[in-house]
T-cell receptor
């Protein structure tokens, strides 16, 4: 069972309605990600947090999507209004830092939650 | 051109076969590399990291070629349970930028 907790697992909503997803990352992971994955494609980063700060939201459709991580722990992703094209799996993930022999940051290992399936009708 | 590219497949192989996937990346500043496995309608899970010296874990071998900017995954003695999508993942910018490939689908048949 994944240690990154997400809810709800499944959500069906009508277009133009609001929908929200919640994520609780692995304890101690400072970096939290929200990805969107459409069937047949790889995960696409929507937003990345380092503690409570957004470090990358370049692919987040800001006219309808918002994300917050107020206390630097759990996070919420909101869509308002939902559109038919938003139907996808929304994945939350958190990461631990990989350090090289000189204690420099060299990478992140990302751990995913089970995902939240959104269907917009 | 996408920063990380994979052959989408699908690769259809019989049980016991050896199969190899390649993944190319375009940013020479990429620092660390991974293969993830994703089962149908499930979340991606880390399969293995890819080290400069190569990495082997049982039937799985990962290689990195920095000069040609590609990584590979070799699966020996394929099992039915290996059927999944394999995602190539690249880190850069001190590990804070992570790019996923679109994945390669593998079907192993009896």
């Amino acid at each position: 069972e994944a240690e990154v907790a997400q809810s709800p697992r499944y959500k069906i909503t009508e277009k133009s309605q609001a929908v929200a997803f919640w994520c609780d990352p692995i304890s101690g992971h400072a970096t939290l990600y929200w990805y969107r994955q459409i069937l047949g494609q790889g995960p696409e980063l929507l937003v990345q947090f380092q503690d409570e700060s957004v470090v990358d939201d370049s692919q987040l459709p800001k006219d309808r999507f918002s994300a917050e991580r107020l206390k630097g722990v759990d996070s919420t992703l909101k869509i308002q209004p939902a559109e038919l094209g938003d139907s996808a799996m929304y994945l939350c993930a958190s990461s631990s830092i990989i350090r090289d022999r000189n204690w420099r940051t060299s990478g992140n290992t990302i751990y995913f939650g089970e995902g939240s399936w959104l269907t917009v009708v | 051109r996408k920063e990380v590219e994979q052959d989408p497949g699908p690769f259809n192989v019989p049980e016991g076969a050896t199969v190899a996937f390649n993944c190319t990346y375009s940013n020479s500043a990429s620092q660390s590399f991974f293969w993830y496995r994703q089962d149908c309608r499930k979340e991606p899970k880390l399969l293995m990291s890819v080290y400069s010296s190569g990495n082997e874990d049982g039937r799985f071998t990962a290689q990195l070629n920095r000069a040609s900017q590609y990584i590979s995954l070799l699966i020996r003695d394929s099992k039915l349970s290996d059927s999944a999508t394999y995602l190539c993942v690249v880190n850069r910018s001190g590990g804070f930028k992570t790019i996923f490939g679109a994945g390669t689908r593998l079907f192993v048949k009896a």
